[in-house]
């Protein structure tokens, strides 16, 4: 699911934000427990995790733009908690590959 998302293929979070301008809370759930599921240390799988969370932080800042079309339907309220619960998944991978916290608390 990991490559889909960096892909934004097949249904998956970055399909929905990028093709259909939607927050679908599930596919980010999704998107999470994937990420929390990893068990091999892959540096590839670690870039596509940061192409992911740029990508994702993308899109938030052009929904918040006056000047870009772009508009998230159903964006949470609280998204930021969404963003960091992403920002801890990714830095428990990220420490796992290469020792160390890497935004873990």
């Known amino acids: 699911m990991i490559e889909d998302n960096f892909k934004a293929a097949n249904n998956s979070f970055l399909y929905y934000l990028h093709e259909r301008n939607l927050f679908d809370t599930d596919a980010f759930a999704k998107l999470i427990d994937d990420i929390n599921a990893l068990e091999e240390k892959q540096e590839d799988v670690l870039e596509q ?46 420490g796992m590959c290469f020792g160390g916290s890497h935004g873990q608390e």
């Open 49 to 94: 995790l940061r192409f992911i969370q740029i990508e994702i932080l993308k899109h938030i800042v052009y929904h918040f733009d006056p000047n870009d079309g772009s508009r998230i339907t159903n964006l949470p309220d609280d998204y930021w908690e969404y963003l960091t619960e992403l920002e801890y998944a990714i830095g428990r991978y990220a």
